[in-house]
């Protein structure tokens, strides 16, 4: 079964996470409204089972509760993924959401790394923090052991091109995790 739970508690955030990679039920409670839309996108277009919940000093802003989700997260799936034996280990996708175009590649390599390129109109959606996208991005692929390259093609409206960004990778990672019935695909026999 391919499944993690992660804890992880500092003085700044305390969070949960449940993953199953091959489905369930999506529960996010972030206490930021857009983040968890987002997470339960990702979730729901994965095709994951996905239970998050986190609490975090919010008083000061959504830097640290974001952040500190997408390193849970990140350890959530690289638990999730043992030694990554059988898997399609490469995805990619594009998401058009209204005027926004996104596009996501990933390799489940366990040599992380992220590409990052989006430029966002509005400093807000809700009370979510745009400049936190990157950071989340960049703490889920750290802790997963992910290569990860996220691109925003062309948009103006800074939800729809986040939402776009959330759900190819949603649908990159599923691609990816699908069992192939192999070994480890890669010539040197381990990742």
């Not at 919940?53 to 638990?79: C, N, R």
């Not at 043992?82 to 490469?90: K, T």
């Not at 594009?94 to 430029?119: G, K, Q, T, W, Y």
């Given at each position: 079964?391919?499944?993690s739970s992660i804890e992880?508690?500092?003085?700044e955030t305390?969070?949960r996470?449940?993953?199953?990679?091959?489905?369930?039920e999506v529960?996010?409670?972030?206490?930021?409204?857009?983040?968890d839309?987002?997470l339960n996108?990702?979730?729901?277009?994965?095709?994951?089972?996905l239970?998050?919940k986190?609490?975090?000093?919010l008083?000061v802003?959504?830097?640290?509760t974001v952040e500190?989700?997408?390193?849970?997260?990140?350890m959530a799936?690289?638990?999730?993924?043992?030694?990554?034996c059988g898997?399609?280990?490469?995805?990619?996708?594009?998401?058009?959401?209204?005027?926004?175009?996104?596009?996501?590649?990933?390799?489940?390599?366990?040599?992380p790394?992220?590409?990052?390129?989006a430029?966002f109109?509005e400093?807000?959606?809700g009370?979510?923090?745009?400049c936190?996208?990157?950071?989340?991005?960049?703490?889920?692929?750290?802790?997963?052991?992910?290569t990860l390259h996220?691109?925003?093609?062309?948009?103006?409206?800074?939800?729809?091109?986040?939402?776009a960004?959330?759900?190819?990778?949603?649908?990159?990672?599923k691609i990816?995790?699908?069992?192939n019935?192999?070994?480890?695909?890669?010539?040197?026999?381990?990742?």
């Amino acid at each position: 079964m391919r499944t993690s739970s992660i804890e992880r508690n500092t003085k700044e955030t305390q969070i949960r996470i449940e993953l199953n990679l091959d489905g369930g039920e999506v529960e996010v409670s972030t206490g930021i409204g857009f983040f968890d839309h987002m997470l339960n996108a990702l979730g729901v277009h994965g095709g994951f089972g996905l239970n998050v919940k986190t609490a975090g000093d919010l008083e000061v802003d959504t830097h640290h509760t974001v952040e500190d989700t997408g390193i849970a997260l990140g350890m959530a799936f690289k638990k999730a993924l043992g030694d990554m034996c059988g898997i399609n280990r490469y995805g990619s996708f594009s998401i058009p959401m209204d005027e926004s175009l996104a596009m996501c590649s990933l390799d489940i390599s366990n040599r992380p790394f992220l590409v990052f390129h989006a430029d966002f109109n509005e400093e807000r959606c809700g009370d979510y923090e745009t400049c936190c996208t990157e950071e989340f991005f960049r703490a889920f692929a750290m802790n997963s052991g992910i290569t990860l390259h996220l691109n925003v093609l062309y948009g103006s409206n800074s939800h729809h091109e986040i939402e776009a960004l959330f759900k190819a990778l949603a649908h990159a990672l599923k691609i990816a995790v699908t069992k192939n019935n192999g070994g480890v695909l890669s010539t040197k026999g381990v990742l």
